[in-house]
């Protein structure tokens, strides 16, 4: 079995690297900054010693990068059993990508949604195959604008983030009606308050906040990604498709998220914006 984890250089996504090597996986960790991927994956590897696992370094806020690593990840996995689209970030100020995107929205909506679909032949030919998202239960305090999705009007860090993971259940939703009959599964799931480092790069009284709210309320990473490994490897997942998960069982999520046609305008958007000349 291949597994690629995006984000597995840290928190929910090593620690689910890691349960995915200790049942015996080919696990491919991706990480943005290279040392803390090396170092993950030394972590990892100490843990669970015969499990393959190896690491790649990729900034997915750059569409060029998205596209190395897809290109990277099919000249070396015959075969992806797994794909987890863990990796996210919040942003405190808005700041814009080399490609012009508002950050949020290229790391934790559209990153995923290229990455996927450009490894969906593959994960086709792999079929059984699953896909899993990392939302959050921040989704139902999005705004969303299709109109206005980089924030471009008015920017709130906290909103901002809260919109990326409506957007990234809602395109969840989509991908599954588009794989119906594929063999290839794609489920979201809600990991819960997590202690991990998530949103500590910010500054400011919103970062103490955070930290105090993640330290004190938080569940450890381990904990978190037991949810993340049942829905990617749990046989009673497998018939299902474009569920929100929390604590293993497919829960409701919010009305928007569940509006086709909303997924399906966004779904235009997203395809519009990652498929724009840089140039342009
Ligand atoms: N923590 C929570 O309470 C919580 C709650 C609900 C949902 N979630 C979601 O769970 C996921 C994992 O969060 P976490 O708490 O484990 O956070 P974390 O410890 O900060 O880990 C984030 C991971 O994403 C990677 N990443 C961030 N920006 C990237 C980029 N531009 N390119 C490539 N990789 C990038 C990081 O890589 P580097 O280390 O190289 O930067 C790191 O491996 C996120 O999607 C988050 O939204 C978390």
């Keep these: 079995m291949t597994c690629i984890v995006t984000g597995g250089s840290s928190g929910i996504g090593e620690e689910t690297a890691a349960g995915l090597a200790a049942i015996g996986a080919r696990v491919i960790i991706v990480g943005k900054d290279a040392r803390r991927a090396e170092e993950a994956l030394a972590r990892i590897r100490a843990r669970h010693p015969p499990g393959p696992v190896e690491a790649m370094v990729a900034d997915l806020g750059r569409r060029s990068e998205v596209e190395r690593l897809a290109a990277a990840l099919q000249a070396s996995c015959p075969r992806i059993d797994v794909l987890v689209n863990n990796a996210g970030a919040m942003f405190g100020q808005r700041e814009q990508t080399e490609d012009g995107i508002e950050k949020t929205l290229a790391v ?14 593959r994960l086709r030919a792999s079929a059984p195959a699953r896909v899993v998202n990392l939302s959050s239960d921040a989704h139902r305090r999005a705004r969303l604008d299709l109109a206005d999705l980089q924030g471009a009007g008015k920017y709130n860090g906290w909103r ?5 993971k409506l957007e990234i259940l809602l395109l969840t939703k ?3 009606r588009r794989l119906q009959g594929s063999g290839v599964t794609v489920h979201a799931v809600n990991p819960g308050r997590v202690n991990t480092r998530f949103g500590l790069g910010n500054s400011g009284l919103f970062v103490l906040a955070l930290r105090t709210f993640q330290r004190v309320l938080g569940i450890p990473p ?3 990604a037991r949810h993340v490994l049942f829905v990617a490897t749990a046989p009673s997942v497998a018939s299902s498709s474009g569920a929100y998960y929390f604590r293993d069982r497919p829960t409701p999520s919010s009305d928007v998220s569940l509006d086709a046609g909303v997924a399906a305008r966004l779904w235009q958007e997203c395809t519009a914006l990652t498929h724009r000349s840089t140039d342009s």
């Design 108 to 121: 934790n909506v559209l990153a995923p949604f290229l990455l996927t679909e450009l490894l969906t032949d």
């Design 174 to 176: 989509e991908f599954a």
């Design 222 to 224: 381990a904990e978190a």
């Design 160 to 164: 901002a983030y809260c919109n990326s």
